[in-house]
């Protein structure tokens, strides 16, 4: 069965045909939007066959951008401007995955990862618990064996009063071995306070 497909030889783009509904078609449509962008990156690369995903094609300059901006992002939390600092990784961030889809994942990921923790850490400095939960939520998700993602992601869901919640991420922060003697007295200390929190919301004597 043919797809209602359309192909716009001049911007080069796949799109549904104009009478079909798009609100029926979200995951072709999808699809559709996902091969334009690898197209278009391919036509880029101006090559019939994308460069391999090695080291030796990583886009340098485009590190060294992320790099200033990350910089420019910890230098705003050392002096509290924690919103601007918070802008300041998401352009960071918005560098990072702006890499064309055929550069090395293995290279970007690191980079992109750091940029999503300062972003986190503003946040929760900032009180805005909701991003600060999203982000962590992606920290806890790409690297579920590092006990400071899941420690972020329980200080969020603490403040946004998810107390088993925020529960378990401690709880699971600690399988992992904190070896940061700091962390860990943070953790505990945080664990036993969300603790105390549920007893006395279920009217219990913690003590």
Do not use: W
Not at 133 to 143: S, V
């Amino acid at each position: 069965m043919a797809l209602p497909l359309a192909y716009d030889s001049a911007l080069k783009k796949v799109s549904l045909d104009e009478d079909v509904s798009l609100s029926e078609n979200k995951a072709l449509n999808l699809e559709i939007s996902q091969l334009n962008t690898l197209a278009k990156e391919l036509l880029n690369t101006n090559s019939e066959i994308p460069p391999p995903p090695a080291k030796e094609f990583f886009t340098k300059n485009l590190s060294m951008m992320v790099r200033k901006m990350h910089e420019s992002g910890v230098n705003s939390m050392r002096t509290s401007k924690f919103p601007e600092a918070a802008k300041q990784f998401t352009v960071a961030l918005g560098l990072a995955t702006a890499r064309p889809k055929f550069e090395s994942f293995q290279m970007t990921i690191p980079e992109t990862l750091l940029c999503i923790i300062g972003r986190c850490d503003a946040n929760l400095k900032n009180e805005n618990y909701m991003d600060a939960y999203l982000d962590a939520e992606i920290l806890a998700t790409l690297g579920p064996n590092i006990p400071d993602n899941h420690f972020r992601k329980g200080m969020a869901l603490l403040h946004l009063r998810q107390l088993q919640a925020a529960k378990t991420s401690f709880e699971t922060a600690l399988t992992f071995g904190p070896s940061n003697p700091v962390i860990l007295r943070e953790i505990n200390k945080e664990l036993e306070h969300v603790k105390h929190l549920i007893a006395e919301e279920n009217g219990e004597d913690d003590d």
